[in-house]
């Protein structure tokens, strides 16, 4: 049976060995975009294992066409986010100074003195301006050639496929492409509503594209390619995490099994291929230590992984400010504690301080939940000044209380980094307090929820 339908059956161990050693492997643009959303030791490393297989490495033109056209916006991006990280730090300040300002200590207290620590955080933030000047400084125009850029060029090659012979060549795949996305045959019918816009087409070369065949052109170019002589396997390595792309179920939550059983089947069929098998960025790594035994660090995977999670809601249609609004925020939190801690019997919002009351049967104390939407981690020190006084004051009301510090990450803050922060606002937080990192994410049914990464400590909030 399993030779009747092999698309089904996951490669065996002793095929995932003959894979490694000798499979071609194939980049998809977005693996290269990627590389410039990496941090530096992420992408480095990421670099390095291409390198070991540099000899059986190829990209479709299809994938290198959109990897050039689409790089200056994603230049543009990296660019733009200097300026958001100059105001989450002047607007942190800011609330500092004014909050402090507001109690008039120098006036109504004959002990406390807040300004050395301001001097402090004040010089803190202008030594990190200085720094993030600099940085920028060195960060590329759209309009520029990139040390990345001549990285890729040098690691790539001539290993890049050759232009469509002529116009016939995609107008064919496009007729096929309305059949096959009319019957939901993979890959790119997820992308049939594309095309509504001024990027309905693009041309290079002398060839006119319709953007929303893009997939199956590049995945008609891949066929092709694994026809040639002494292609015996072949793995794709593409950040679409799109289901035309991979087997998906439903079980507790979205399983991502493989690659589609159909692609398997007719890549095989048409190619005579023994293997044939896909990964993302992230599996690609994390096995690539396996079997090409590789140094890759832990935190890289990781970063590769937030890089992706980011990306994916673009490409839900989601942005970034929908998804970490106040209210949409607010809404998720509210859902999380209703399902997350036992007995609740009343969650009401606050029109001051914390942003959330919360009522357990079970425990005779109330339960405080202060929400922090976080854009940039290096806001948090800061952030967390503004904070302690307040929570600790919370604390010390007449009924018996606890706090939960709620920290939404957004889609450009590393959860890495937050790990470290996490310890370091362990040492100001009063005791009954406890923090929880996360993120809202969308689901395949279009709602918005709270995935939690990480608390500390581990406290009976939670039983």
């Not at 975009?33 to 992408?43: C, D, G, K, S, V």
């Not at 510090?405 to 470290?420: H, I, K």
Request: proline share 5%; glycine share 6%.
């Amino acid at each position: 049976m399993r030779d009747k339908f092999s698309g089904f059956y996951r490669p065996t161990q002793q095929e995932f060995d003959e894979l490694w050693s000798e499979a071609l492997f194939v980049l998809d643009a977005n693996v290269l975009l990627n590389l410039y959303r990496y941090p530096r030791r992420a992408r480095d490393e990421l670099v390095e294992v291409l390198k070991q297989i540099s000899d059986r490495l190829w990209v479709p033109h299809q994938a290198a066409l959109e990897f050039q056209r689409n790089r200056p916006s994603v230049l543009a991006d990296q660019k733009g986010r200097f300026g958001e990280v100059r105001k989450a730090i002047d607007d942190a300040l800011s609330t500092l100074e004014n909050n402090l300002g507001k109690l008039q200590l120098g006036k109504r207290h004959a002990v406390i003195d807040t300004d050395p620590m301001v001097q402090q955080v004040r010089s803190c933030v202008e030594g990190f301006r200085s720094e993030l000047d600099e940085l920028e400084a060195q960060q590329n125009e759209a309009h520029e050639d990139d040390a990345l850029r001549t990285q890729i060029d040098g690691l790539l090659g001539q290993c890049v496929g050759d232009p469509p012979a002529n116009q016939d060549v995609i107008d064919v795949i496009s007729r096929e492409g309305k059949g096959r996305y009319d019957r939901m045959i993979p890959p790119g019918y997820m992308d049939g509503q594309k095309g509504d816009g001024s990027e309905d087409f693009y041309s290079y070369g002398g060839i006119v594209y319709p953007a929303q065949y893009g997939d199956l052109i590049l995945w008609k170019e891949l066929l092709v390619k694994a026809k040639e002589r002494g292609i015996g396997s072949v793995v794709f390595v593409t950040d679409d995490e799109k289901e035309d792309w991979w087997w998906i179920i439903k079980s507790q939550g979205k399983k991502k099994l493989g690659p589609r059983p159909e692609l398997v089947d007719e890549i095989r069929r048409v190619a005579d291929l023994k293997y044939f098998y896909m990964y993302n960025s992230e599996q690609f790594l994390k096995y690539s230590k396996d079997y090409l035994k590789s140094a890759v660090s832990e935190e890289s995977i990781v970063q590769v992984r937030e890089v992706a999670k980011a990306s994916s809601l673009g490409k839900k249609g989601v942005t970034e400010s929908q998804l970490l609004n106040e209210k949409n925020v607010l809404g998720v939190i509210t859902r999380w504690i209703s399902s997350t801690f036992p007995n609740v019997t009343m969650i009401q919002q606050t029109r001051g301080y914390p942003d959330l009351i919360v009522e357990r049967s079970s425990v005779p104390t109330i339960l405080g939940v202060e929400i922090k939407v976080v854009r940039d981690h290096r806001s948090i020190k800061i952030m967390i000044y503004n904070e302690v006084d307040r929570i600790a004051q919370f604390l010390e009301g007449p009924t018996p209380r606890d706090f939960l510090w709620v920290f939404v990450l957004g889609p450009d803050v590393p959860f890495t980094r937050m790990s470290e922060l996490i310890v370091y606002a362990g040492n100001f937080l009063p005791e009954r307090a406890t923090i929880v990192v996360g993120r809202i994410v969308r689901t395949d049914e279009g709602d918005n929820e709270f995935v939690e990464y990480r608390r500390a400590p581990d406290t009976r909030l939670y039983q």
